[in-house]
C-alpha cells in the first residue's frame, strides 16, 4: 500500500508519499479499514519533528483519525463488517491507505455525513466529550472558557458547550477567527493579543470550565480565570510544560486542575479510548447524525500534498480542521 513516509525528522518537506508493507491483521478484536481520509491534527507536526514519537506498538506512520469502508473484521468482532462506512481513532496510522484498529475505537459514520468529512470528528470529538463532559460535566447555565477557539478542537468544543446550554467565551488571535467562532455560537470573544482574557471572563463571574491548549504560559492566568468551584482543563502545551500556579489563587476558589493527553490512555479499561468512543456513540453521535453538531473543515488536500495540509493547519488563517484525502470513497 502507499503512506506518507518520513525521509528523517523535520519541516513538512519531509514528507512522501511511498510505497509501505500492508499492515498486518486483523487481529482478534481487529477491523482492517480501507482508508478515505485522514485528519490532520497539531500533534501530527510533533510527530514529524520528532517530538512525538508514537506509543509502543503503534504505526510509526503519522495520522490519529481516519475514516473509510471496513475491509476485513477479525475474530470476535460482532458490531462491524466489511462495507460498513466508519471513522476511526487511531494511535498511529491513519495517513495510509489502510489501517488496523481495535473495533472499540471505530463509530459508524453519523447519519447521512459524507464519509471523508467524518474522518474530522474522532480525534476532536474524544478530546473534548472526555474533557468537558465526562470529566469536567460542563452543563447548561455555565461559562466555559475555550482557548485557541478557532482550531480544530475549539471549533467543535464551541458546538458541544452550546448543545449543553452552556455559555462560550473563546479566545484567538485574529477578527476572522473570532467572527467564526460567534457564528458557531460563542458569545463572549476575546482577541488575546490585544485583550486580558481574565478581566474579561471576570466581568461574567468567572469560567466554570477552561479548555486549555496553551499549558504553562496561561496556568496561572487561567487559575484566576476560574469561577468559585471552577475547573482547568489542560489539553495542550503550546505555551511551554512548566509553568508557575499560585496555588492560594486555586485554594479560595476551590478550583481543580485537570491534564489529560487521548493517545497516551489504554484500549480498554478504566479511562480508556473504548470507554471514551462508547460514550460519544451513545450520546454525541445522535447531534451530529441530526446536525446539531457539524465537522468544521476548512479544507481537504489529495495524500500527495501532505506538506501543504501541514503548513496549512499552522496557518493563522486556517479555522477548524483540514483533512488529507486518500482515496475516493
Ligand atoms: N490532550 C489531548 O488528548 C489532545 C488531543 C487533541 C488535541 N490536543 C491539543 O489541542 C490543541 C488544539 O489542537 P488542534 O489539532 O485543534 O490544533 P490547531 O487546529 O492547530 O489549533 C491550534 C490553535 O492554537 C491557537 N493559539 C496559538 N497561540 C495561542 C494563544 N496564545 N492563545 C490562544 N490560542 C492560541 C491557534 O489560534 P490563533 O491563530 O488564533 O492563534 C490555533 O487555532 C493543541 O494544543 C493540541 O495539542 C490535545
Known amino acids: 500500500m502507499y503512506a ?23 487481529g482478534a478484536g481487529e477491523v482492517l479499514i480501507d482508508v478515505v481520509a ?20 503503534a504505526s510509526e506512520t503519522i495520522g490519529l483519525e481516519c475514516s473509510g469502508v471496513i475491509a476485513e473484521v477479525g475474530a470476535g468482532v460482532t458490531d462491524f463488517r466489511p462495507g460498513d462506512r466508519v471513522c476511526a481513532l487511531l494511535s498511529g496510522g491513519g495517513y495510509a491507505e489502510r489501517v488496523v484498529v481495535p473495533a472499540t475505537q471505530v463509530l459508524p459514520v453519523p447519519g447521512e455525513l459524507d464519509l471523508a468529512a467524518a474522518a474530522a470528528l474522532p480525534e476532536v470529538a474524544a478530546t473534548v466529550w472526555s474533557n468537558l463532559v ?14 485557541g477557539g478557532g482550531s480544530g478542537i475549539g471549533t467543535h468544543a464551541i458546538q458541544v458547550a452550546v448543545s449543553r446550554g452552556a455559555r462560550v467565551a473563546v479566545t484567538a488571535g485574529s477578527q476572522l477567527k473570532l467572527d467564526r467562532c460567534k457564528e458557531l455560537g460563542a458569545s463572549i470573544l476575546i482577541n488575546y493579543r490585544d ?15 477552561i479548555l486549555d491548549n496553551m499549558g504553562a504560559a496561561y496556568l496561572d492566568r487561567n487559575a484566576e480565570a ?32 485537570h491534564a489529560t ?24 453521535w445522535p447531534l451530529i447524525a441530526d446536525g446539531t453538531i457539524a ?12 506538506a501543504e495540509a501541514h503548513r496549512l493547519l499552522d496557518s493563522p488563517e486556517t479555522v477548524g480542521k483540514v483533512l488529507l484525502r486518500i482515496r475516493e470513497s
Request: net charge negative.
Open 4 to 26: 506518507v513516509t518520513l525521509d528523517e525528522f523535520g519541516g513538512p518537506e519531509v514528507m512522501r508519499w511511498a510505497q509501505v508493507p500492508d499492515p498486518v491483521g486483523p
Open 38 to 57: 485522514a485528519g490532520v491534527n497539531r500533534a501530527d507536526l510533533l510527530q514529524r519533528q520528532g517530538f512525538y514519537p508514537p506509543p509502543p506498538g
Open 134 to 147: 465526562m470529566r469536567a460535566g460542563l452543563r447548561a447555565g455555565q461559562l466555559l472558557l475555550i482557548h
Open 195 to 209: 485583550d486580558d482574557f481574565v478581566a474579561a471572563v471576570r466581568e461574567f463571574g468567572g469560567a466554570d470550565v
Open 226 to 257: 476560574l469561577a468559585e468551584d471552577g475547573q482547568l482543563c489542560i489539553i495542550g502545551m503550546q505555551g511551554g510544560v512548566k509553568g508557575e500556579l499560585n496555588i492560594a489563587t486555586l485554594l479560595g476558589k476551590r478550583g481543580t486542575v
Open 261 to 284: 493527553n487521548l493517545r497516551k490512555r489504554p484500549a480498554t479499561g478504566p479511562s480508556s479510548k473504548a470507554e471514551i468512543i462508547a460514550d460519544l456513540h451513545r450520546h454525541l
Open 295 to 306: 465537522p468544521i473543515v476548512h479544507a481537504e488536500l489529495p495524500a500527495t500534498e501532505a
